[in-house]
């Protein structure tokens, strides 16, 4: 079983940036591929980006490229996601997701967060 805690959230105005972390309990976090999904209010949830376990691999939604930056730091077991020149349809519950690989992080994620509510204002 893997608690992941995200944190990170709050308001911020149009063109500014937030640094999201999810915090995972195991020790085994280095095992798992992690992903960053968001869901807006009345929205499905969508996913946003995902990193291999090394960090090798990462992927991108085509909304968020070239703006948002995901990385890892597998001696703290924690994912981020920075993102920058934030729009107001970046706002959206953010969750973080464990899986065993980035290519069924999207169809198969093991475990979510509780999600971190991100606003960003015009």
């Known amino acids: 079983q893997v608690q992941l805690v995200e944190s990170g959230g709050g308001l911020v105005q149009a063109g500014g940036s937030l640094r999201l972390s999810c915090a995972a309990s195991?020790?085994?976090?280095?095992?798992?591929?992690m992903g960053w999904f968001r869901q807006a209010s009345g929205t499905e949830r969508e996913f946003v980006s995902a990193i291999s376990r090394y960090g090798v691999t990462t992927n991108y939604a085509d909304s968020v490229k070239g703006r948002f930056t995901i990385s890892r730091n597998n001696g703290k077991n924690t994912v981020y996601l920075q993102m920058n020149s934030l729009k107001p349809e970046d706002t959206a519950v953010y969750y973080c997701a464990a899986a065993q690989n980035v290519a069924v992080i999207t169809t198969a994620p093991a475990y979510w967060g509780q999600g971190t509510q991100v606003t960003v204002s015009s």
């Open positions: 195991s020790g085994t976090f280095r095992a798992y591929a």
